[in-house]
């Protein structure tokens, strides 16, 4: 990501000053970002930091927060197993057709390949927060780290 970083800033200013553009900066990005995106979302999901909205869990309370955190978790299950269901024959078919770069040529499939792997771990973690959402459940406890018992924590409270 840092390297996308600097190849399009370098873009940028070259652009500015010598009306020259890098070459192929579309293409690296095109690839570069599939693969950037897929692998922060298995991290994402473990740390539960998608956003949520909790008005009824504040409501409810205890157990019935439990429960929609657990349907909530659910949800995000189903959801990332559909998206890497699809995303792996999504993948073959790029290998297949040979599709490649626009400008630089390059074989998209293997960027997608990664992406397809991230996407797959990505379920295999949220399976394993669905399961300690069930068990916070059963057991009548809340799965979600209290923020205030959370020295990483980055909102201030007042």
């Not at 500015?16 to 095109?30: C, H, K, M, R």
């Not at 008005?55 to 349907?71: D, I």
């Amino acid at each position: 990501m840092l390297g996308l970083a600097v190849m399009t800033s370098l873009d940028v200013l070259l652009r500015w000053l010598a009306e020259t553009p890098i070459q192929g900066v579309n293409d690296v990005s095109a690839v570069v970002m599939a693969v950037v995106i897929s692998a922060s979302i298995p991290a994402n999901l473990a740390m539960k930091q998608n956003i949520s909205v909790e008005v009824f869990g504040s409501l409810a309370g205890g157990r019935a927060k439990s429960a929609l955190v657990a349907f909530a978790s659910l949800v995000s299950l189903i959801f990332i197993i559909l998206v890497a269901w699809q995303i792996v024959p999504y993948t073959a078919n790029l290998r297949v057709n040979g599709d490649r770069t626009w400008v630089l040529a390059w074989p998209v499939w293997p960027c997608w390949t990664a992406a397809s792997v991230m996407l797959i771990f990505a379920a295999v973690v949220q399976l394993s927060v669905f399961l300690a959402d069930v068990a916070a459940l059963v057991r009548g406890g809340n799965s979600s780290p209290d923020p205030e018992d959370d020295p990483a924590a980055t909102d201030a409270h007042l």
